[in-house]
Nanobody
Framework: QVQLVESGGGLVQTGGSLRLSCAAS????????MGWFRQAPGKEREFVSA????????YYADSVKGRFTISRDNAKNTLYLQMNSLKPDDTAVYYC??????????????????WGQGTQVTVSS
């Protein structure tokens, strides 16, 4: 059974940093690309970042490019999202995402097969 457990969210001031983690189990983590999405109150869930199986390719939403960095440790079955220069607009619940099919890179919600429970990130102004 696929399990994705996010952690690392919290309250931070504008300009601050957070590092999110996603512990994965129940599947061969190193064989699939992974992604991060977020959902702010009253808004649809949106793509944030994705990373290929071997971490050689990364994708970012324009809104986070240059501020966020996605990474993974296949030995630890863990996905990360380093978030720097945070803004109030980054306030959302952040979700770890496993693709619906092994060779998909999850950049749209329709690409996602499993979600974590989410971790809240709140950026105060």
């Amino acid at each position: 059974q696929v399990q994705l457990v996010e952690s690392g969210g919290g309250l931070v001031q504008t300009g601050g940093s957070l590092r999110l983690s996603c512990a994965a189990s129940g599947f061969t983590f190193s064989s699939v690309s992974m992604g991060w999405f977020r959902q702010a109150p009253g808004k649809e869930r949106e793509f944030v970042s994705a990373i290929s199986r071997s971490a050689d390719i990364a994708y970012y939403a324009d809104s986070v490019k240059g501020r966020f960095t996605i990474s993974r440790d296949n030995a630890k079955n863990t996905l990360y999202l380093q978030m720097n220069s945070l803004k109030p607009d980054d306030t959302a619940v952040y979700y770890c995402a496993q693709p619906r099919r092994p060779f998909f890179i999850p950049r749209q919600t329709n690409d996602v097969g499993s979600w974590g429970q989410g971790t809240q990130v709140t950026v105060s102004s």
